[in-house]
């Protein structure tokens, strides 16, 4: 099962020598949207009225497998879309319908499946693997579009920014990721934002924290970093913000975790001479590799002593959670400042 990424993508779209079956899926919504369209104005040489025929997930497949089945209409190609169509959870026959239209689907179509709402796991569920199978016995692709490095995203920024009159430094254009997150359809309206706000001229760190929007993933973020940091205070206050957004404790105490597994990473890491690329691969962090980069500061806050009492307190807060005896905020509470105490309160 071979899956390919944006950069095989773009050979097919540049050439515009595309297979008869897309089965696309990812985390970046921005990018999926954009190919499916760029396919489509490709694939759909004739009248839209006739040759571009979308489905969402509450259409009939039988409508499906007669669009795939109709001739183009005076073109040489027509498009056919299926989108967030749940087969995981769909009838027996329904799924078989499925398997037909993709085994079917022939040279003069383009038939594009798209999860944008619905997450695939292509690893382990049977459903999933067979429609991947089957698609790729067909001449079809699969496509898997996540968030682009950190380092494409941000020259896209750096860019964007100059064609609208703005100079964006690298480092505050990785800064507005770190805030506002990779989702591209997001980070641009973000910049649209930014630019109308200086008009001309430099976009700096101070103008970024005034405009931009803050991710629930940034807050949870700062949260971890504030207490790591020694800033007991400015984590609590961040902490009574999550609690007004209401979001969810275990996600928190989640979020919390997953950083001081990121620093365990690092940290052991380091100590068996590894780099930063070697810990990534080792546990597929992909375009994420740039967390890693950032735990190297936090390191020196940290012993074995540190960690290992860290993980007990978060360890202890997810039990009590769990639990429903207590009072969430208050475990919370107690957790912050247990996790501050473990670094900071013998020193």
Same mark, same amino acid.
């Given at each position: 099962?071979?899956?390919?990424?944006?950069?095989?993508?773009?050979?097919?779209?540049? @050439?515009?020598?595309?297979?008869?079956?897309?089965?696309?899926?990812?985390?970046? @919504?921005? *990018?999926?949207?954009?190919?499916?369209?760029? %396919?489509?104005?490709?694939?759909?040489?004739?009248?839209?009225?006739?040759?571009?025929?979308?489905?969402?997930?509450?259409?009939?497949?039988?409508?499906?497998?007669?669009?795939?089945?109709?001739?183009?209409?005076?073109?040489?190609?027509?498009?056919?879309?299926?989108? #967030?169509?749940?087969?995981?959870?769909?009838?027996?026959?329904?799924?078989?319908?499925?398997?037909?239209?993709?085994?079917?689907?022939? #040279?003069?179509?383009?038939?594009?499946?798209?999860?944008?709402?619905?997450?695939? #796991?292509?690893?382990?569920? @049977?459903?999933?693997?067979?429609?991947?199978?089957?698609?790729?016995?067909?001449?079809?692709?699969?496509?898997?579009?996540?968030?682009?490095?950190?380092?494409?995203?941000?020259?896209?920024?750096?860019?964007g920014a100059l064609k609208r009159g703005c100079n964006l430094s690298?480092?505050?254009?990785?800064?507005?990721?770190?805030?506002?997150?990779?989702?591209?359809? *997001?980070?641009?309206?973000?910049?649209?934002?930014?630019?109308?706000?200086?008009?001309?001229?430099? %976009?700096?760190?101070?103008?970024?924290?005034?405009?931009?929007?803050?991710?629930?993933?940034?807050?949870?973020?700062?949260?971890?970093?504030?207490?790591?940091?020694?800033?007991?205070?400015?984590?609590?206050? %961040?902490?009574?913000?999550?609690?007004?957004?209401?979001?969810?404790?275990?996600?928190? *105490?989640?979020?919390?975790?997953?950083?001081?597994?990121?620093?365990?990473?690092?940290?052991?890491?380091?100590?068996?001479?590894?780099?930063?690329?070697?810990?990534?691969?080792?546990?597929?962090?992909?375009?994420?590799?740039?967390?890693?980069?950032?735990?190297?500061?936090?390191?020196?806050?940290?012993?074995?002593?540190?960690?290992?009492?860290?993980?007990?307190?978060?360890?202890?807060?997810?039990?009590?959670?769990?639990?429903?005896?207590?009072?969430e905020r208050l475990c919370l509470e107690k957790m912050t400042v247990?996790?501050?105490?473990?670094?900071?309160?013998?020193?």
């Amino acid at each position: 099962m071979a899956i390919i990424g944006e950069e095989m993508l773009i050979k097919d779209v540049r @050439s515009k020598r595309l297979s008869n079956i897309y089965f696309i899926f990812g985390n970046d @919504s921005y *990018l999926k949207q954009y190919y499916c369209d760029k %396919i489509s104005s490709i694939a759909c040489t004739g009248d839209p009225f006739f040759n571009l025929q979308k489905f969402d997930n509450n259409s009939s497949l039988q409508d499906v497998y007669d669009a795939i089945k109709q001739y183009p209409m005076m073109a040489d190609s027509k498009y056919v879309s299926l989108e #967030d169509y749940d087969f995981a959870k769909c009838e027996k026959g329904d799924f078989e319908k499925l398997c037909t239209i993709i085994s079917e689907t022939s #040279d003069g179509c383009v038939f594009v499946l798209k999860f944008d709402a619905i997450t695939l #796991d292509i690893k382990k569920d @049977s459903r999933t693997k067979k429609l991947i199978s089957l698609a790729c016995k067909n001449g079809g692709k699969v496509v898997e579009l996540n968030h682009r490095p950190i380092g494409q995203t941000s020259n896209m920024l750096v860019k964007g920014a100059l064609k609208r009159g703005c100079n964006l430094s690298e480092s505050n254009a990785r800064y507005i990721i770190e805030k506002s997150g990779e989702d591209i359809s *997001l980070l641009k309206n973000e910049l649209d934002k930014l630019c109308a706000f200086v008009k001309s001229g430099e %976009i700096t760190k101070e103008i970024i924290d005034k405009v931009c929007v803050k991710t629930v993933e940034s807050s949870l973020y700062d949260f971890a970093t504030f207490i790591i940091s020694g800033k007991l205070q400015d984590a609590l206050k %961040i902490l009574d913000d999550m609690f007004f957004m209401r979001i969810e404790p275990l996600v928190i *105490l989640h979020s919390v975790s997953s950083v001081y597994l990121d620093i365990y990473r690092v940290y052991e890491g380091q100590k068996s001479n590894k780099s930063i690329d070697d810990i990534a691969s080792d546990f597929d962090y992909g375009s994420r590799k740039f967390i890693l980069n950032k735990t190297i500061p936090k390191l020196k806050n940290f012993n074995i002593r540190k960690l290992s009492d860290s993980f007990s307190i978060l360890l202890n807060c997810d039990k009590a959670l769990k639990s429903f005896s207590g009072n969430e905020r208050l475990c919370l509470e107690k957790m912050t400042v247990d996790l501050f105490n473990a670094l900071w309160g013998n020193t």
